[in-house]
């Protein structure tokens, strides 16, 4: 399976972004999506994931009540909603595979390619 990563852009202080990582194929109902970012000068950092199965999501604590991560299973992509983005949230962002409910970086052996988000004003 691949992942592609879609959607970064320049945007404002304050605006909104939706992130989209799409698989080439069916994804196994224990799978896990996570999205990760790295900013310049700084190492990867979590960001949120969700089981494919339930739904259930894990955030970290940077972007709770801000982003939210979503799921189309018919479409086998997942989505980040990215909302009141700040500066500090400019980085790579990058979506990842795993088997286990995991935020570790370690546990995703699928990694898509990045897309730049860019918070400027």
């Known amino acids: 399976v691949q992942l592609q990563a879609s959607g970064g852009g320049l945007v404002q202080p304050g605006a909104f972004l939706t992130l989209s990582c799409a698989a080439s194929?069916?994804?196994?109902?224990?799978?896990?999506i996570g999205w990760f970012r790295q900013a310049p000068g700084k190492e990867r950092e979590f960001v949120a994931l969700?089981?494919?199965?339930?739904?259930?999501?894990y955030y970290a604590n940077s972007v709770k009540g801000r982003f939210i991560i979503s799921k189309d299973n018919a479409a086998n992509t997942v989505y980040l909603r990215m909302n009141n983005l700040k500066p500090d949230d400019t980085a790579v962002y990058s979506c990842?595979?795993?088997?286990?409910?995991?935020?570790?970086?370690?546990?995703?052996?699928?990694w898509g390619q990045g897309t730049l988000v860019t918070v400027s004003s």
């Open positions: 969700i089981r494919k199965s339930s739904g259930t999501t």
């Open positions: 990842a595979k795993a088997s286990t409910f995991d935020s570790s970086a370690s546990a995703y052996r699928i």
């Open positions: 194929e069916r994804l196994y109902s224990s799978s896990v």
